[in-house]
């Protein structure tokens, strides 16, 4: 080693040093605590190793100490897989409109377009739910609306469904969907949208062979920056879902607090990390193989 | 008669409104005949552009029609225009292989598979990339990009091919190399080229006809020669070569009119640069290669040589008439044509009636 490398490389290590061990040890914690035996009130044994935590994932302990296939948290998990890509799906309907019509503005509205739509993030998550109960509860202000509107007279019914969850997750990421797919769009020649027309694609081909190709990467980003905040969210499926459509994070609150079972929880943290690892490989191995061409 | 592959009759294109409003385009008329190359020269801000945008229909015009071959194109979106551009800076897909992009208004027009294969073996051919069809255009080099968007272009046999400065990128030796490139394809595939350029060598060499233009108007439309020995307005003389303006009075007018300089002396007219009426102001224009300079003392206009300038295949002598106007002369290295004059030396510049150009403004 040099030593100028060696000095850049004192410079760099206490970054590397700080995020390593802010990563690297509450993971290591968690992974420890998932193979300890639960405390009888709470907390764990820190000197009783098992791998119960992981086998209660998928199976009861009968009385006869036989294990019985439980679906129960697999279901909850498949829950929570469905109602990201939902959300997902729902934000990327939102968010590609949004973000085209922002990348063809001018240079001047364009950053107050972004302005704003970072703005719902500046207010607490808590007071943005809240909002939400009052706009889709019974007698709220969206069954109003659409009894004034003469569209029904029903009692709204979406308050505590997994869809009142779905739409307070999209409205809460859809920044994050947005964003992305504006900065590949933004980045885009205009002169390729004109090429495109020039050779006589219509709107609708133009948008499907040269604007969302280009705009893929910046399309993948968004999904993942939705999906996976999704997965692991808590407060947004607390208040809208009401606890009756339990989500992986409302599970994992609960083993830490009520069901006082932390092994556990930490088995299902790692559980959600694995899947989000997995998006993550998807993703990489789909839009990062490409080469890089200057 | 056939009807022209263009018609623009009364264009304008204002940009923005009231006090901030720039007038684009104003009340430009063309024609521009099929199978010719037509180029519209002139300034950055002229208006070119904006004209051949308007053509290509990705602007549309504040007043005034084009015309395709008789038919009215306004409102028509670029898709259903037949006609195709070169971008300035390409344009080419970048997520598309060279042969994609080369296919891609085939595909979009409904062409079958096979005959959209074999047109993009030609357009390589034309373009002489054989073997690049699976390329993606970030692999390429800008002359090769450039061919790429020519094949692409033309790929769909547009009836008119729209080039805004095409060649503004590319380094010298290969903007020479593709002027010829492009005349030749025009030759070969009979299509109406319009081209936009501020390079008025490029214009002289590649077009059969262009217009001069200047704050959003046309000043003069005509063959190169036409434009280059007879340029009507002060503007396209100066914008295209070099050339000396002389202000003078006309005293006789018609046939053996004469022209009283300020500088002192006379110069006769011929027909054309004469017919003016006796006592009008007017300017003329010179082109440096067409003066003579001769011995002080004779027939002409007396002047002093300032600098001389030695450039290879000719020399220029800048010198200064009796009233203090400039005027350069340009003469041909030919063997033993080469004057041995130095600066501050007296002599007599001769200027033939055919060499006078009277200028409209």
């Known amino acids: ?294 | 008669m056939q009807a022209p592959a263009i018609e623009a009759r009364g264009l304008s294109k204002t940009f923005g409104a009231g006090q901030d409003a720039v007038h684009a385009l104003d009340d430009v008329s063309l024609t521009i005949r099929e199978n010719e190359f037509f180029t519209l020269l002139g300034p950055s801000g002229c208006g070119k552009t904006t004209l051949l945008r308007l053509i290509g229909g990705f602007e549309q015009p504040s007043a005034g029609d084009v015309f395709l071959r008789g038919q009215p194109l306004t409102g028509l979106p670029p898709f259903k225009r037949p006609i195709n551009t070169v971008f300035q800076s390409y344009a080419l897909f970048p997520h598309l292989t060279v042969g994609q992009n080369i296919a891609f208004g085939l595909e979009m027009l409904g062409r079958p598979k096979e005959e959209r294969a074999a047109r993009v073996e030609q357009m390589l051919a034309l373009v002489k990339l054989q073997g690049y069809a699976n390329r993606k255009p970030a692999q390429l080099s800008g002359g090769q990009q450039q061919r790429v968007a020519l094949a692409r272009a033309l790929a769909s046999q547009p009836k008119v091919l729209l080039l805004d400065e095409p060649l503004s990128a590319l380094d010298l030796k290969l903007r020479k190399e593709m002027q010829i490139e492009l005349k030749r394809l025009q030759t070969e595939t009979g299509i109406t080229f319009v081209f936009v350029t501020h390079d008025q060598e490029e214009a002289l060499t590649m077009s059969d006809r262009l217009a001069v233009m200047e704050a959003g108007q046309i000043l003069q439309i005509g063959s190169p020669t036409e434009i280059y020995e007879h340029p009507q307005r002060r503007f396209v003389a100066d914008f295209i070569g070099e050339t000396n303006f002389l202000e003078a009075r006309i005293e006789a007018a018609g046939s053996g009119a004469v022209a009283r300089l300020a500088c002192g002396g006379a110069l006769a007219l011929n027909g054309h640069a004469g017919a003016a009426a006796s006592g009008e102001p007017v300017t003329l224009a010179v082109r440096p290669e067409r003066a003579v300079i001769a011995a002080a003392g004779a027939e002409g206009l007396p002047a002093k040589v300032g600098a001389v300038v030695y450039l290879g295949t000719d020399t220029t002598y800048h010198l200064t008439l009796a009233d203090g106007t400039p005027f350069v002369v340009r003469t041909q290295n030919s063997a033993g044509a080469r004057l041995d004059l130095a600066s501050g030396a007296a002599v007599t510049v001769q200027i033939a009636p055919a060499a006078i150009q009277r200028l409209a403004d």
């Open chain 1, 1 to 294: 080693m040099t030593a100028a490398s060696r000095k850049r490389f004192l410079q760099i290590a206490p970054a590397v040093a700080i995020i390593a061990f802010f990563m690297l040890a509450p993971l290591g914690l968690m992974a420890y605590v998932s193979l300890l035996q639960k405390g009888v009130n709470g907390g764990v044994v820190w000197d009783q190793h098992t791998t119960e935590a992981y086998v209660n994932f998928i199976f009861e302990r009968d009385l006869d100490d036989s294990l019985v296939l439980n679906i129960d948290y697999l279901r909850i998990f498949a829950r929570s897989f469905g109602l990201s890509l939902l959300t997902a799906v729902l934000a990327l309907a939102i968010g590609f409109p949004t973000a085209l019509y922002m990348a063809m503005q001018p240079e001047g509205r364009r950053n107050l377009l972004i302005f704003l739509v970072t703005i719902p993030f500046w207010t607490n998550l808590l007071v943005r739910n809240y909002a939400w109960i009052l706009l889709l509860r019974n007698g709220g202000l969206v069954e109003n609306l659409l009894r004034w509107l003469g569209v029904s007279d029903q009692p709204l019914g979406v308050m505590y469904t997994p869809i009142a969850v779905s739409i307070g997750l999209t409205y809460s990421y859809l920044p994050f969907m947005v964003l992305p797919i504006y900065a590949s769009l933004e980045k885009m020649d205009s002169r390729l949208i004109e090429a495109a027309f020039d050779l006589g694609a219509d709107r609708r081909r133009a948008l499907t062979r040269v604007i969302l190709p280009l705009a893929m990467p910046g399309i993948a980003a968004g999904c993942i920056l939705v999906f996976v905040p999704a997965l692991g969210a808590y407060v947004t499926p607390e208040l809208l879902g009401g606890g009756k459509s339990m989500m992986i994070g409302n599970l994992i609150q609960g083993q830490f607090g009520a069901a006082r079972n932390w092994p556990f929880g930490a088995a299902l943290a790692f559980a959600l990390l694995a899947i989000v690892l997995l998006a993550m490989m998807v993703y990489l191995l789909r839009f990062r193989r490409a080469p890089a061409v200057p």
